[in-house]
């Protein structure tokens, strides 16, 4: 197949378009190196030495004898250069990775705000609107998240993106209707991804667009079996306050002895999925195109959940490193249980990759070997959701 991966120089977007590649489909990554950027706004670096973009092609190149074209533009911005660009590929699928994913980042200020909202929801809209301009009938696979759905307990698993209600009709008869699951983001990010829902069952229902939205858990690990056959292909690896997500940062944290920064009680339920089972997901995804005319299907993309202090507490059981209990910089509930179903991808051939003391083991020791690379000043979250009253 020939594929674009929007957003193919991220933590997700680099392993999968690898994976794809070796898979023999033709691979154009397109990206507007964004992110690379905000590591300069934030004063902090992966803690991987991830090399530039075309160096990493050249990697690719040199080690599988296998192309991989790159195309830098902004998916919400350079419109016409898009457009021209699907006419010119005529691609079967693209995955979209292409937005701003960190929630604290999209708190930090009014600006990052504006900025998350007019990335996210433009970089979906143009793509969605360019597919329809372009005349082809290609297939979306987006990257969503589980947060959509938000963290309440309603005591109910939560279904892959449908709901079935009972609504009263005129003639006070109960009638079965299927609806999209409530949404209750808990972020300005997890809002914009809200929003690209509305965006694709729209795009759906009007242009008959073929869409899979995989609404993804928290992703950990950092190398595949494609990143790992070089160091100019390693991944990115996130530590910092607001791009690190909570599983790596605690294994970084037990790599360099620092104690695990957990947010108030622990008590946060969250789904998880390894790097390598995203990979996996985006490839099942687009070799299973939904049929013309089908609604948007809808993926939980994760393969457990867990709670926080939970996962605290095994790695300082493993390591040796205390757990610290911190104020909580967010706005969310103190604690949740998560039920979820999945078996969409399951029965589509996915093989999970659970939490072992093996897998968390490698991670540590990536973030060992790269220890000297690590700031700890960028370790605190220190976005905060709900400003504190000046005294
Ligand atoms: P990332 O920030 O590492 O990668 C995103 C990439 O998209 C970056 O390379 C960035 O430069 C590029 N990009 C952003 N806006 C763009 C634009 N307007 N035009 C062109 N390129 C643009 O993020 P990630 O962790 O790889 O996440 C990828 C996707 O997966 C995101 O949409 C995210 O919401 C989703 N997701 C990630 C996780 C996770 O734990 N990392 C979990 C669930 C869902
Ligand atoms: N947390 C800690 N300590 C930390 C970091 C986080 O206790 O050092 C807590 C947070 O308060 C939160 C939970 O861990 O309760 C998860 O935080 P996170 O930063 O790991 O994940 P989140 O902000 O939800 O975002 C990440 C990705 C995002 C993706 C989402 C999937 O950055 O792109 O959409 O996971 S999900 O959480 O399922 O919505």
Redesign the pocket.
Known sequence: MKIIV????????WPTALHLSNQDHEIVI???????KIDVELGVSSLTPIVPLPQRLAAWKEITGRDIRFVN?????DYDRLLALLHQVKPDAIVH??????APYSMKSSWHKRYTVD?NI??TNCLLAAIVESGQDIHVVH????GVYGYGTTGAPIPEGYLTVHVTTGEGKLEPREILHPTSPGSIYHMT?VMDQTLFAYYNKNDRLRVTDLH????WGTNTSETKRDERLVN?FDYDGD?G?VLNRFLMQAAIGHPLTVHGTGGQTRAFIHIRDTARCVELAATNPPEKGERVRIFNQMTETHRVADLAQMISKMAGVPVSHLDNPRNEAVENELQVHNDCLLDLGLKPTKLESGLMDEVIDVAKRYADRCDRSKIPATSRWVQKPSA
């Open positions: 929007l957003g193919g120089d991220g933590f997700c977007g397109v990206d507007n190196l964004s992110r690379r533009l902004d998916v919400g911005k990775f292409a937005e701003q994913r960190a990335n433009n970089a990257l969503g998240t589980m991804k993804q858990g928290i992703v990115r791009y997500t």
